[in-house]
């Protein structure tokens, strides 16, 4: 066989594997499970960092404010240097809109070797356990929840035994760039760290979705959260390898009920999402960026690529091979883009959709050679850590 030929057929095995292998990833199957409601429900303390979110609050603070919790839960919304008046916003809100008691507090900029998220949290924990709560939500500021979000998790943890529930919040899928980046970016996600695996009990596969966990405070104590996490960027697993190290039970999964409603309305929005955080998950590691891109494309290029090659030289065998690698490509994004609710017809678009990422994780080194790191909110972390070890 050619040479075209023989990157076809790799590429068909891997995509097997994937398939078969890789904890059944490309299902979406994992979501809260029912529980019975507890004979006693936990208090919980609501912590939320907020920086520059003024345009977020609105829609999602009266969310929470709004929680229908049987037992006692308050909110800690922690005004993480804010200059377009977030603190201001949260309480005016918090008396126009009533419902769960809310603190704002403003800790001032982070110490040196902290993230800013991560500085907030700490504060936000920090007061929260002065009031001694069982469970801390640890929500983001573009996170909206139903009326029975906070019930649906607490009865969940409870009931399972778990130390840490986290659910990936839907997010928004309402422009072009949306529909084509948004759904790829979460299967990625899940392709990385298998919702299964996460969830078996014993597992080494750990993660967590960051903009809705719900933790255990003992467990939190216990991992020495988030001081053991003070660097991290990628914030929501290793939040979740600490609490895993310290003997404490995960579940991930995907959110019916909590959703994300900051817009990514240009490429360029989506584009910075992905670049700031790509290469400090490769460990800012140049042979782990080499070894992804050449997988990404393999994986995801070369189908479409042998393909086209099979058909124009007439190399039937790499066409073949090509062409079936690329459609149980699309079979896999098909459930991910049900539970988007988007056209089917998008699955054979994800070969481009794995381009962009490619190029957003090649980016994402670049700008940390330039002594640029992970840029959020106009800080930069040079070079910060993608999950400490201790």
């Not at 969310?63 to 800690?76: K, M, N, R, T, V």
């Not at 993230?115 to 469970?135: C, F, M, N, Q």
């Not at 086209?308 to 690698?325: E, K, R």
Request: aromatic fraction near 10%; charge should be positive; proline fraction near 7%.
């Amino acid at each position: 066989m050619s040479a075209v030929a023989w990157i076809a057929v790799g590429s068909l095995v891997a995509w097997v594997w994937l398939l078969l292998g890789q904890g059944f990833f490309w299902r979406t199957d994992q979501r809260l499970p029912s529980r019975a409601a507890p004979a006693r429900w936990p208090s919980v303390a609501v912590v939320v960092p907020a920086r520059d979110e003024a345009d977020m609050l609105p829609v999602s603070l009266p969310s929470l404010l709004a929680q229908d919790y049987p037992g006692h839960a308050e909110i800690f919304l922690v005004d993480d240097c804010s200059k377009d008046g977030t603190g201001d916003l949260a309480r005016e809100l918090s008396v126009r809109c009533a419902g769960l008691p809310v603190t704002v507090v403003s800790p001032g900029e982070p110490e040196p070797g902290w993230t800013g998220k991560l500085w907030a949290v700490r504060h936000g924990i920090a007061l929260a356990r002065s009031r001694d709560p069982e469970y801390l939500l640890l929500t983001d500021a573009d996170i909206a929840h139903e009326p029975d979000s906070l019930r649906e998790l607490v009865a969940a943890a409870v009931s399972g035994g778990f130390d840490l529930v986290s659910q990936m919040a839907r997010l928004r899928v309402e422009s072009v760039w949306e529909r084509l980046v948004v759904p790829a970016f979460v299967y990625f996600f899940s392709q990385l760290y298998p919702f299964r695996w996460v969830n078996r009990a014993g597992t080494r596969t750990a993660a967590a979705a960051g903009g809705c966990v719900l933790l255990r405070t003992e467990a939190a104590v216990r991992a020495r959260v988030p001081e053991s996490i003070r660097q991290a960027v990628i914030d929501d697993v290793s939040l979740a390898r600490a609490v895993q190290r310290s003997g404490g039970r995960i579940w991930l999964g995907l959110a019916e009920r909590v959703d994300s409603v900051r817009p990514y309305p240009c490429l360029a929005d989506l584009w910075r999402m992905v670049s700031r955080s790509a290469y400090a998950q490769l460990r800012h590691n140049p042979l782990v960026l080499l070894g992804t891109v050449l997988g990404l494309a393999l994986v995801y290029l070369a189908p479409p690529v042998t393909l086209a090659a099979g058909l124009l030289g007439g190399a039937p065998a790499a066409a073949w091979a090509g062409g079936a690698a690329w459609a149980v490509m699309a079979g896999t994004y098909m459930p991910m883009l049900g539970y988007y609710r988007q056209s089917l017809w998008l699955a054979p678009l994800l070969p481009f959709t794995a381009l962009l990422y490619l190029l957003m994780t090649v980016d994402s080194a670049v700008q940390h050679y330039r002594g640029r790191g992970a840029a959020w909110k106009g800080r930069t972390y040079a070079r910060p850590e993608a999950a400490p070890d201790q």
